[in-house]
Nanobody, 124 residues
Framework: QIQLVESGGGSVQPGGSLRLSCTASGYTYNSYCMGWFRQAPGKEREGVAAISKSGLSTFFADSVKGRFTISRDNAKNMLYLEMRSLKPEDTANYYC?????????????????WGQGTQVTVSS
């Protein structure tokens, strides 16, 4: 049974930092591109960052470039999102997801396995 479980969300002041984690199980983790997505109330889900199977290639939405870092530990079946200089507009529910196929990018429709999400709130 494929499972993706996020953790690490919470409330933080603008300019603060958070680290999200995602634990994967039930499949060969290092065979898939992984991504982080977010969805704010009343808005569509959007891609934040993706990382290739090996971890050597990463992709970021323009809105988070230079502030967020994505990484993975294939030995532990873990995915991470390090978020710095957080802004109120980063407030959303954050999801980790597994991409199908051999490519790696932030094409939403190619991500077919999802976690339940973890809430991030940036507010003073």
């Amino acid at each position: 049974q494929i499972q993706l479980v996020e953790s690490g969300g919470g409330s933080v002041q603008p300019g603060g930092s958070l680290r999200l984690s995602c634990t994967a199980s039930g499949y060969t983790y290092n065979s898939y591109c992984m991504g982080w997505f977010r969805q704010a109330p009343g808005k569509e889900r959007e891609g934040v960052a993706a990382i290739s199977k090996s971890g050597l290639s990463t992709f970021f939405a323009d809105s988070v470039k230079g502030r967020f870092t994505i990484s993975r530990d294939n030995a532990k079946n873990m995915l991470y999102l390090e978020m710095r200089s957080l802004k109120p507009e980063d407030t959303a529910n954050y999801y980790c997801a597994r991409r199908r196929g051999i490519r790696c990018d932030l094409t939403l429709t190619e991500y077919t396995r999802w976690g339940q999400g973890t809430q991030v709130t940036v507010s003073s």
